[in-house]
């Protein structure tokens, strides 16, 4: 399969990477500064590459080799390809699929990518359909509303399935870019690909607070499980909270998910 893609980035429970020298007054800090990044090239430089890549890049992640390289605690795929669920293959390629990033739940690592940016049902999504991977939705925050391109899941969805769906800020997210196509190196860029990178960064501060746990049976949903209650806990805990078409007031059929919260 085909990708349709972002960047692929992996982050690490290692020590803090050195801080930049310099300040230009320009540019963008992440949800968890100074934790170390790793990038595994799975795609070509127009964003393309094939599914057996990304899937090959988390094993390693999951690895031995990988884990005692660079500790990999959190994956961000903000990628995406597709099979329709009516494919005769479906579950078959589906099942081929998510083993590899069962591997990487498995060790603990949370596995998070982008829903996808067609306003559709997410499932045929790859690898956001998989059982271990958490499928992040977008939002606009200047609506304060579902963004219109966001994948979902139905409302009528199995429990499962919609326990791994979260949402996160997707539009106008000054992001960095490649300078063959940006001469400042930052963009400003929408879509799912822009709110998987904000779970991603909270399920890392949720590593570095000692919340989220590696050993003793832990796997990278049991982990992401605090991620979403503590989401459910702030929905909860007031009406200036959330998003229009969130978990708390889902309309048209559609499930996005609770608003991610920084808790950690």
């Not at 930049?20 to 090239?41: D, E, F, M, Q, W």
């Not at 977008?138 to 899941?153: F, K």
Request: with cysteine; proline share 5%.
């Amino acid at each position: 399969l085909t990708l349709a893609a972002a960047c692929m980035l992996l982050l690490s429970a290692d020590a803090p990477a050195p801080a930049h020298r310099g300040c230009t007054g320009a540019g963008i800090v992440g949800i968890a500064p100074n934790l170390p990044v790793y990038s595994l090239k799975v795609l070509d430089g127009a964003g393309v590459g094939s599914l057996s890549d990304a899937m090959a890049a988390a094993e390693w992640a999951a690895s031995a080799e990988g884990q005692s390289k660079a500790n990999i605690r959190v994956i961000n795929l903000s990628l995406a390809a597709y099979i329709s669920p009516s494919d005769p293959d479906y579950q078959a390629t589906l099942d081929v699929v998510c083993a590899s990033f069962k591997v990487a739940d498995d060790a603990g690592i949370v596995v998070v990518a982008a829903a996808g940016n067609y306003g559709s049902d997410l499932r045929g999504y790859l690898p956001a359909s998989c059982p271990t991977v958490v499928a992040v939705t977008a939002m606009n925050p200047a609506s304060n509303g579902v963004s219109s391109y966001s994948n979902y899941v139905p409302t009528d969805a199995a429990l499962a399935d919609k326990a791994r769906v979260i949402a996160a800020p997707g539009d106008g997210i000054l992001s960095t870019i490649s300078y063959f196509r940006e001469a400042s190196g930052y963009r400003e860029l929408t879509g799912t690909s822009m709110a998987s990178p904000h779970v991603a960064g909270v399920a890392a501060t949720c590593f570095m607070s000692g919340t989220c746990r590696t050993g003793s049976g832990a796997t990278g949903m049991s982990n992401f499980k605090k991620l979403q209650t503590a989401a459910k806990e702030r929905l909860g805990g007031g009406a200036d909270y959330g998003f229009a078409d969130d978990a708390a007031s889902v309309t048209n059929g559609r499930f996005f998910g609770s608003l991610l919260w920084a808790k950690f």
